[in-house]
């Protein structure tokens, strides 16, 4: 650990020199490469090129280096560019701009991915995938130095004497964390300023959430002591220990017949289980472990990281490459990870597991220089066993969710009004619009949604829902027909307000059953498009159809208009699923659990007796599911998405 900071410190040395030179003398080096530039051979260059460990640096025709890159072997690596056609539209366009090389060499490939990130956060070039990081973590941290010990928020240099438990992916996870601490172990969290002057107890004291060290009297130190061991214990991850240790002490107090002190030690086992149960995984003597997910949508890019200390769940962070964002091109999760892990822990602590949903090329390299940082062994893993699967399918959900919001962010809301009123020629911005959407299960309780956003936001209040009889079980056409037929009627009738643009979800097929009614209705001047589902119906790929475009409207993946349409048929989905599920609960007369494939009658009876009640059953998470004897975590993932929907 010592030897490679030693190195680090040298490389960002040399860099550094390396720009006062440029500095002091600009005007010659311009010339200088320059001319360079302007006599630079790639087949000579090439021929002559080192094969040791570097890094290489590719500047465009005015001198602004566009791609920085490492590599075991310089001149293999950098002759792959030339020598080979590339499938990547990235990669192929900064080829064609490269209009001169330099390199660095280096002993080791490790110090090449040193001085690689130092480069790439220095100079930002075009073609890397760079991501904004230059922030500190949250820690708490325990004054164990102190007679009476205190817990505390910290961010910053770790100069204090005492212990640190993090990192905290955000204030908010701490402040969190120590208030639900403050309510079961009674530990000081005031400054040292107040404790050494205070003569009476405070506010804190009086409301049980501190038990009063800075008054004689109220603690005895060793009371007081056992609280902060028991905090310790949690904070590292000891909760399953804790509470057995409670547990004995509760049945003690029982048994000497003193319930006051009992129930006390049974509020604190509560409290603990509560806090236990909002975590994902619960396993005492867990090492420190991050996981990783990656989601994209749009030609965006999305990293989710979930922090877990000690077998808990401490909170998620997400992360938005600037450079892929900006080149709006598809990247490569393997290639996108790997720069986030070399970027982000550059920078911060390096956690004994890395969990990641795959197993990356530069695998022995990045596993190597995490555990040359953390000074002791680091293992990157992928998901196999079903525990491990779970967490990775939850930052993957995490990502995915928090990379909608993020492509819904990007632009306002009348800019995508403005965007999809170009992209169907409408005469007028489509402030009013409508989206219907069907849902059954196999052909039964037909219900059709209708949602409503104005101004280019869901207008709840507006919603309607239409169940639909008299059809053919799982007629879709007939269903969009009706839900169509009754709802433009009625406004006709009524003399209510017609939408600026109705969307249906579907293909022509449901087109045609729109401009059926409409023609119907004499209602042809309203503005209709429909969305068909793209090749292997994957999100941004979807083709929209007007009754006077057949051929198809094939937006690009980032334009905001398509994530205007995308956004008001997932909410139509939404409503639509939701919606059929209440009317199929009001027409069952057996148990909802027996429409779940692979729940059989002794499964169902230990889910019910374990929980008290079906409704139990709904609310319940996958973890505590998973607890009931008979329900693998397959099983419970099942359960609560026939319950919960998929994210």
């Known amino acids: 650990m010592t030897q490679v900071n030693h190195k680090e410190k040298r490389l960002n040395s040399d860099v550094q020199e390396t720009d006062l030179i440029s500095a002091e003398s600009q005007h010659t080096l311009d010339d200088t490469k320059r001319k360079a530039i302007e006599a630079f051979d790639i087949n000579a260059y090439l021929k002559?090129?080192?094969?040791?460990?570097?890094?290489?640096?590719?500047?465009?025709?005015?001198?602004?280096?566009?791609y920085?890159?490492?590599?075991k072997n310089l001149k293999r690596r950098v002759s792959s560019y030339f020598k080979k056609s590339h499938d990547e539209i990235?990669?192929?366009?900064?080829?064609?701009?490269?209009?001169?090389?330099?390199?660095?060499?280096?002993?080791?490939?490790?110090?090449?991915?040193?001085?690689?990130?130092?480069?790439?956060?220095?100079?930002?070039?075009?073609?890397?995938?760079?991501?904004?990081?230059?922030?500190?973590?949250?820690y708490i941290f325990v004054s164990t130095a102190k007679a009476f010990p205190s817990l505390s928020y910290h961010r910053g240099a770790k100069r204090r004497v005492g212990k640190y438990y993090g990192p905290f992916p955000n204030a908010a996870a701490v402040h969190q964390t120590l208030q639900a601490l403050q309510k079961i172990f009674p530990v000081r969290q005031c400054a040292e300023s107040v404790f050494n002057h205070r003569s009476r107890p405070c506010l804190q004291y009086q409301i049980k959430r501190c038990s009063g060290p800075c008054v004689d009297g109220l603690v005895t130190k060793q009371e007081y002591d056992e609280d902060v061991r028991h905090t310790l214990m949690f904070l590292e991850g000891k909760s399953f220990d804790v509470i057995e240790e409670l547990g004995h002490k509760m049945e003690q107090a029982s048994e000497a017949l003193e319930f006051e002190l009992a129930a006390a030690y049974r509020d604190k086992i509560s409290a603990l289980r509560a806090i236990q149960s909002q975590h994902l995984i619960n396993q005492p003597g867990s090492k420190d472990m991050d996981v990783l997910a990656i989601s994209?949508?749009?030609?965006?890019?999305?990293?989710c990281l979930m922090m877990y200390?000690?077998?808990?769940?401490?909170?998620?962070?997400?992360?938005?490459?600037?450079?892929?964002?900006?080149?709006g091109e598809s990247a490569d999760a393997d290639a996108v990870l790997s720069a986030f892990i070399a970027q982000h822990y550059e920078a911060h602590p390096v956690p004994a597991i890395l969990l990641l949903p795959m197993k990356l090329s530069e695998h022995s390299l990045l596993q190597k220089w995490l555990t040359d940082k953390r000074g002791s062994q680091v293992k990157l893993q992928h998901p196999v066993q079903q525990t491990a699967k779970g967490l990775v399918q939850l930052a993957e959900t995490n990502a995915i969710t928090s990379l909608k919001q993020h492509l819904g962010q990007k632009a306002t809301q009348q800019e995508r009004l403005v965007a999809l009123q170009e992209a169907l020629a409408l005469s007028r911005m489509p402030e009013h619009m409508e989206c219907f959407d069907i849902s059954h299960t196999q052909g039964a309780h037909t219900v059709a949604s209708c949602?409503?956003?104005?101004?280019?936001?869901?207008?709840?209040?507006?919603?309607?829902?239409?169940?639909?009889?008299?059809?053919?079980?799982?007629?879709?056409?007939?269903?969009?027909?009706?839900?169509?037929?009754?709802?433009?009627?009625?406004?006709?009738?009524?003399?209510?307000a017609l939408p600026d643009l109705i969307v249906v979800d579907g293909g022509k097929g449901q087109l045609n059953q729109a401009i059926e009614v409409l023609k119907t209705l004499e209602l042809e001047s309203v503005p209709l498009v429909s969305v068909a589902k793209g090749e292997g119906r994957k999100a941004g790929l979807e083709i929209l159809y007007t009754p006077y475009n057949e051929e198809g409207i094939d937006l690009e993946a980032d334009d905001i208009a398509l994530h205007l349409i995308n956004h008001i048929r997932d909410e139509a989905h939404r409503f639509a699923i939701t919606s059929h599920r209440t009317r199929r609960g009001k027409a069952q007369t057996k148990s909802a659990l027996e429409e779940i494939e692979g729940i059989g009658p002794k499964t169902r009876k230990s889910l019910l007796l374990h929980f008290g009640g079906l409704n139990e059953v709904k609310?319940?998470?996958?973890?505590?599911?998973?607890?009931?004897?008979?329900?693998?975590?397959?099983?419970?993932?099942?359960?609560?998405?026939?319950?919960h929907g998929s994210a």
């Open 309 to 327: 200390r000690g077998g808990n769940l401490w909170g998620s962070e997400h992360f938005f490459p600037k450079q892929v964002e900006r080149l």
């Open 48 to 66: 002559q090129l080192t094969e040791r460990p570097g890094v290489y640096r590719m500047y465009n025709a005015e001198g602004k280096i566009i």
């Open 451 to 496: 949602v409503v956003f104005t101004d280019g936001v869901p207008n709840t209040q507006l919603y309607r829902k239409f169940n639909i009889e008299g059809i053919q079980p799982g007629d879709d056409y007939a269903a969009m027909h009706q839900a169509l037929s009754r709802r433009y009627s009625r406004i006709k009738k009524e003399g209510g």
């Open 296 to 303: 994209e949508q749009a030609s965006q890019v999305c990293v």
């Open 90 to 138: 990235k990669t192929s366009r900064m080829v064609t701009q490269i209009a001169y090389i330099e390199v660095t060499i280096t002993d080791t490939e490790s110090e090449a991915l040193i001085l690689e990130n130092t480069l790439i956060k220095r100079y930002k070039p075009k073609y890397n995938i760079l991501f904004r990081d230059d922030k500190s973590y949250p």
């Open 68 to 71: 920085v890159g490492k590599a």
């Open 619 to 643: 609310d319940a998470s996958v973890n505590e599911l998973s607890k009931v004897k008979g329900v693998s975590l397959d099983k419970a993932q099942k359960i609560y998405d026939f319950f």
